[in-house]
Antibody, heavy 120, light 107 residues
């Protein structure tokens, strides 16, 4: 069974940093692209980052480019999101998701999400 | 960026009814489209990928169609467990973008 479990969320002040983690199990982690997607309270979904199987390629929207860094450790089957210079508009539930890329780049499995609140 | 316009924003339907949700892209996305279902308090789940392929384990009453800039999700014979929000997403080009969502309720 595919499982994705996020951790590391919490309350952080504007301008500070936070690192999210996602522990994967139930599949060969190193064979899949991975992504982060966020959802502000009562709002829609926003794609945040994608990383290739080896970690050599990363992709971001302009809203987080230069502030957020996606990375992975295939030996630990773990995905990370380093978030720097946080803003109030980064407040959201953050989901990690699997990208099966050989058949599609839709997000076929999602974690339960972790809440990040940016506030003073 | 490719804009995804989803309609309607909310929808009320009866059990057993057929429901259709539309998604329009601001440019051709060549079937690079997915549909997700999100129940209250839960994470999104993939329903349809590549515009018309049913994800593993998804009931056959869900179907996707469309091409170019116009896509739709159809739910046949609405069930109570289908009450949820539905989102489309284009992954044809970066940045990946989502539609605003459709909240489906029972009448």
């Amino acid at each position: 069974e595919v499982q994705l479990v996020e951790s590391g969320g919490g309350l952080v002040q504007p301008g500070r940093s936070l690192k999210l983690s996602c522990a994967a199990s139930g599949f060969t982690f190193s064979n899949y692209y991975m992504a982060w997607v966020r959802q502000a309270p009562k709002k829609g979904l926003e794609w945040v980052a994608t990383i290739s199987t080896s970690g050599s390629r990363t992709y971001y929207p302009d809203s987080v480019k230069g502030r957020f860094t996606i990375s992975r450790d295939n030996a630990k089957s773990s995905l990370y999101l380093q978030m720097n210079s946080l803003k109030s508009e980064d407040t959201a539930t953050y989901y990690c998701a699997r990208v099966p890329f050989l058949t599609t780049v839709a997000l076929d499995y999602w974690g339960q999400g972790v809440m990040v609140t940016v506030s003073s | 960026d490719i804009q995804m316009t989803q309609s309607p924003a909310s929808l009320s339907a009866s059990l057993g009814e057929t429901v259709t949700i539309e998604c329009r892209a601001s440019e051709d996305i060549y079937n690079g489209l997915a549909w997700y279902q999100q129940k209250p308090g839960k994470s999104p789940q993939l329903l349809i990928y590549n515009a018309n392929s049913l994800h593993t384990g998804v009931p056959s009453r869900f179907s996707g169609s469309g091409s170019g800039t116009q896509y739709s999700l159809k739910i046949n014979s609405l069930q109570s467990e289908d009450v949820a929000s539905y989102f489309c997403q284009q992954y044809y080009d970066y940045p990946w973008t989502f539609g605003g969502g459709t909240k489906l309720e029972l009448k």
